[in-house]
């Protein structure tokens, strides 16, 4: 939203020393930084004027596109009204209707909305959720967490603990007490190349009922996992898979958390992968598409069991020790609410399953290109996974990351994947454009 293209500078005019950026290689950037200071629809533009194609919605977040006037509008207007409104014991009219809005979209009997600021905090306060859940109940025992190997649910302690990806966790100690791990579900031998959701693999959802024998199911509390794993790599989950862990999670009394951080809003053609999978989890974590990226927030949605549970004792008591001084934000509420009448309006959720078809193709169509090991999709979700280089693990993608940009087209690289997630304002000429610009730039990458 920059009104001054061109003013943050050429980077050689900004001290770039002060800023410790995050999940960043922060000398290597300050030698060769790469700027946008503009974005407008499908595109970002450098302070140098470049019209970069965003291929990945910011991070898996820009769901309406960027700077959407709608929401731009929204929250100015919101600015200009109510900036701030404590979130403890006072409330302001349309965070409620923004609960009522994001529960009306979940699947049936998920009705309760608890909002914070990020992904991270979405799934610390889902942990905690599930923890005091099973207390109140009676069954204070279960203290035990169960996530997946290669999950990602943010940086917090919680979701560093539950999560599996060893760069995160390995310099943070002993993080939570009581983790265990289900195994990843990703099997190039049996599912390279599949379409949509892989066919083998539902049996890996049996790793719990391991779990439970192992550590007995009444100290088990939760089980946590993302519905398709993002950030990880894009790991569809196999067919039937979802499915049985929620058979083993009934059968045994665990409380079933689905991340849908990236997945929700949208990105599988339903508001939520639960309905597109067809499972309904315990509660939803969520962030990132809420507001279309627009302004910070997250938010868990839990089942009318789990609230009702929290909504015993004396009525004048605080019910759940947990919130953010900016829990129900003013600002993010309004582009909460402007990103789903924009959703709607616009009917995206709908032009994400049309276009799934098309995407699908469009991924596909790079089987046989130079190192490429694998393609997989989903909704408008797209990933490339590429051969690593002998004992250079990340160079490849990287070098791809670095070849596109330079064509003009933003991509995501996690390990020796491409990870595709645009906008689903997206047409199909700028489907084309990011899969041919990944073709040529494969190609002369070597
Ligand atoms: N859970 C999931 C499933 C996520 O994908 C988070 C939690 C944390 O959200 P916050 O808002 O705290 O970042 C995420 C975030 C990537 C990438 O490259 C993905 C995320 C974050 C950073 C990078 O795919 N997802
Ligand atoms: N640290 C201090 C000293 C605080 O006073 C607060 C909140 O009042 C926090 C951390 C937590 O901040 P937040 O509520 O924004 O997560």
Not at 73 to 81: L, P
Not at 296 to 323: Q, R, S
Not at 361 to 377: E, M, Q, T, W, Y
């Amino acid at each position: 939203m920059s009104s001054n293209p061109g003013a943050a500078g050429s980077a050689a005019e900004l001290n770039l020393d002060a800023y410790w950026m995050p999940f960043t290689g922060n000398r290597a950037f300050k030698k060769s930084p790469r700027m946008i200071d503009r974005a407008e629809g499908m595109y970002f533009y450098t302070p140098d004027g470049r019209k970069v194609l965003d291929a990945i919605a910011g991070l898996w977040c820009v769901n309406a596109g960027h700077c959407h006037p709608a929401i731009v509008a929204a929250i100015q207007q919101q600015a200009a009204t109510l900036d701030y409104a404590t979130a403890f014991q006072i409330g302001h009219p349309k965070v409620f209707e923004l609960a009522e809005r994001v529960v009306g979209m979940a699947p049936e009997g998920v009705d309760h909305a608890f909002f914070v600021n990020s992904g991270s905090e979405a799934v610390d306060t889902a942990l905690k959720m599930a923890l005091a859940y099973q207390r109140l109940k009676g069954e204070g025992a279960r203290t035990r967490l169960i996530g997946r190997e290669r999950g990602y649910h943010g940086v917090g302690f919680g979701g560093i603990s539950v999560g599996g990806i060893v760069a995160n966790r390995k310099m943070f100690g002993a993080m939570l007490a009581g983790v265990d791990h289900l195994p990843h579900t990703h099997d190039l031998a049996h599912n390279a190349f599949s379409r949509g959701l892989p066919d083998w693999g539902a049996h890996l959802a049996d790793e719990l009922e391991r779990l439970v024998t192992l550590h007995d199911a009444s100290t088990i509390a939760a089980v946590i996992v993302e519905p398709i794993a993002g950030s990880t790599g894009v790991l569809m989950p196999p067919q039937g898979y979802l499915q049985r862990l929620r058979e083993i999670c009934d059968k045994h009394g665990i409380v079933l958390i689905f991340d849908e951080v990236i997945t929700g809003f949208g990105r599988t053609g339903e508001p939520f992968a639960a309905q597109s999978f067809g499972v309904t989890p315990d509660l939803i974590t969520c962030a990132k598409g809420l507001t279309s990226g627009a302004i910070p927030m997250g938010g868990v949605l839990a089942t009318k069991e789990i609230y009702d549970t929290f909504m015993t004792g004396p009525e004048n008591m605080i019910e759940f020790f947990h919130g953010y001084t900016y829990s129900g934000h003013p600002m993010a509420v309004a582009a909460g609410l402007a990103a789903l009448d924009v959703y709607a309006a616009e009917g995206l959720f709908q032009r994400v399953t049309e276009l799934a078809p098309v995407w699908e193709d469009a991924i596909h169509s790079l089987k046989g290109l130079p190192h490429v090991i694998d393609l997989r999709n989903y909704g408008l979700v797209g990933a490339v996974e590429l051969e690593p280089v002998p004992g250079a693990p990340m160079k490849r993608a990287m070098d791809v990351f670095a070849g596109c940009w330079e064509e003009g087209v933003l991509i995501r690289t996690t390990g020796d994947n491409i990870a595709l997630s645009p906008p689903f304002v997206i047409d199909e000429s700028q489907i084309a454009q990011i899969v041919d610009t990944i073709g040529r730039v494969l190609k002369k990458t070597a």
